[in-house]
C-alpha cells in the first residue's frame, strides 16, 4: 500500500515532531489534528523554532525549511483531517478514554484501507484496536522524544495486526528517516520502556534512600555508562507523570512487586513536581 497522506493526532510534544519530520524528511502531505486552536498554535510555533533550528545549522534549507510548512495543515476538522487519508497516527494523551474516542472517530471517517498506528508507549495496541473494525489494521508505531533528534521507532504488533500492516508502516517509517525494530508481542513497555522506566524508577529508590545526591547519580550515568543524560535529568524531560503511569501499567500488568513505583514518584506527582514541563521536577528548572 501507498501512503501518500498522513494524518497526525494531536499536536503536542510528539504529535508535532512526528508531523515534521512526516513532512521534512518523508515529504508526505500532514494533517495536524487537535481539539484547540492553541494547541495548534503552539504545535506549528514548536515546528516553526525546530525548522529554523535545522536552517541554522544547515542540515535543511531554508527552502526546504518553508516546503515542509507548506506540506502540514493544522486544522480542528475531523473530516477534512482524516479525507482521503492512508495513516493516521495517534499521538494524544496516554488516557485509555482518550484515546478510545480518537481510534473510533478515525475508524468511522477513514477508509477501510486506512492504518490507524498509535504513539502510545504504555497502552496495549490489541486494547486500542477493539475500539476499530479493523484491528488487522492498528498498530503501534513508537517514536522518541525529541521525534526531530531520536532515530527510533518501534513498531509493535496487536494480537490481530497483519504483517502487511507492519511492513508498511515500516517503509513510512524509514522514509521519514528512522531506524526500526519490530516488537512482535505485545507486551507493556514494548523494547525500550521496558528498560528505561525500571531503571529511572531504581534511580528515585536512590534518592528516597538517600544513597546520593541527584546530580552524583546523573554524573555516575554518564560518565558510567555514557548515558547521553542522567536518569533524572531524562526523568524531567520525560515528564514524571508519565514515568508513574507507565510503571503503574507494568505493576498492574505484570502483578510483580519489582515494578512498585517508588514512593518518592508517587508524592511528586502529586505535588505537581512533573518535571521541565511545571519548571520544577527533580531539578528546579526556572533556576537552570
Ligand atoms: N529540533 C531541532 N533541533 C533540536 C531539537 C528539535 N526538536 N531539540 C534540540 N535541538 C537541538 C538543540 O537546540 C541543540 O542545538 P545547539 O547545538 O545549537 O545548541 C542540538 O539539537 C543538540 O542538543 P543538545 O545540546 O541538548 O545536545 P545533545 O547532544 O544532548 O542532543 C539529545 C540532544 C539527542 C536530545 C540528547 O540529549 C539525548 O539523546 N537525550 C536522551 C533523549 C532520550 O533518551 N529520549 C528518549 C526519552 S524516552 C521516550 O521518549 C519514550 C517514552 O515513551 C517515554
Redesign the pocket.
Given at each position: 500500500m501507498e501512503v501518500e497522506k498522513i494524518t497526525v493526532v494531536g499536536a503536542g510534544l510528539?504529535g508535532h515532531?512526528i508531523a515534521?519530520m512526516a513532512s521534512q524528511v518523508g515529504g508526505y502531505h500532514v494533517s495536524l489534528l487537535d481539539v484547540d486552536q492553541g494547541f495548534l498554535d503552539r504545535g506549528m510555533k514548536?515546528i516553526k523554532?525546530?525548522?529554523n533550528?535545522?536552517v541554522?545549522?544547515g542540515?535543511v534549507t531554508r527552502e526546504r525549511a518553508d516546503e515542509t510548512l507548506e506540506r502540514i495543515h493544522p486544522t480542528l476538522n475531523v473530516e477534512e483531517a482524516y479525507k482521503d487519508t492512508d495513516l493516521v497516527i495517534e499521538a494524544v494523551p496516554e488516557k485509555v478514554e482518550i484515546k478510545r474516542g480518537v481510534f473510533e472517530k478515525a475508524d468511522e471517517l477513514t477508509s477501510p484501507e486506512t492504518i490507524i498506528a498509535t504513539n502510545t508507549?504504555?497502552i496495549s495496541i490489541t486494547l486500542l484496536a477493539s475500539f476499530t473494525g479493523k484491528p488487522e489494521r492498528v498498530v503501534g508505531m513508537?517514536?522518541?522524544?525529541?521525534?526531530?533528534?531520536?532515530k527510533l521507532v518501534e513498531i509493535v504488533k496487536g494480537k490481530q495486526t497483519s504483517d502487511q500492516t507492519v511492513q508498511t508502516v515500516k517503509t513510512v517509517a524509514e522514509k521519514i528517516g528512522k531506524e526500526t525494530v519490530i516488537v512482535k508481542k505485545d507486551s507493556p513497555g514494548f523494547i525500550?520502556?521496558r528498560i528505561?522506566?525500571p531503571a529511572l524508577n531504581e534511580a528515585l529508590y536512590l534518592l528516597w534512600e538517600g544513597v546520593a545526591e541527584p546530580e552524583d547519580v546523573d554524573k555516575a550515568i554518564k560518565l558510567g555508562l555514557n548515558?547521553?543524560?542522567g536518569p533524572f535529568k531524562?526523568l524531567d524531560?520525560?515528564g514524571l507523570d508519565?514515568?508513574l503511569s507507565?510503571i503503574n501499567v507494568f505493576f498492574e500488568e505484570f502483578k510483580d512487586s519489582k515494578y512498585r513505583p517508588c514512593p518518592l514518584l508517587t508524592q511528586m506527582v502529586r505535588a505537581g513536581l512533573l518535571g521541565r514541563k511545571t519548571g520544577k521536577g527533580i531539578y528546579d528548572w526556572k533556576k537552570k
Open positions: 510528539m515532531g515534521q514548536w523554532q525546530s525548522l533550528k535545522f541554522e545549522k542540515v508507549s504504555s513508537h517514536f522518541f522524544n525529541p521525534p526531530q533528534l531520536m525500550v520502556n528505561l522506566i548515558w547521553p543524560m531524562l524531560y520525560i508519565t514515568a507507565v
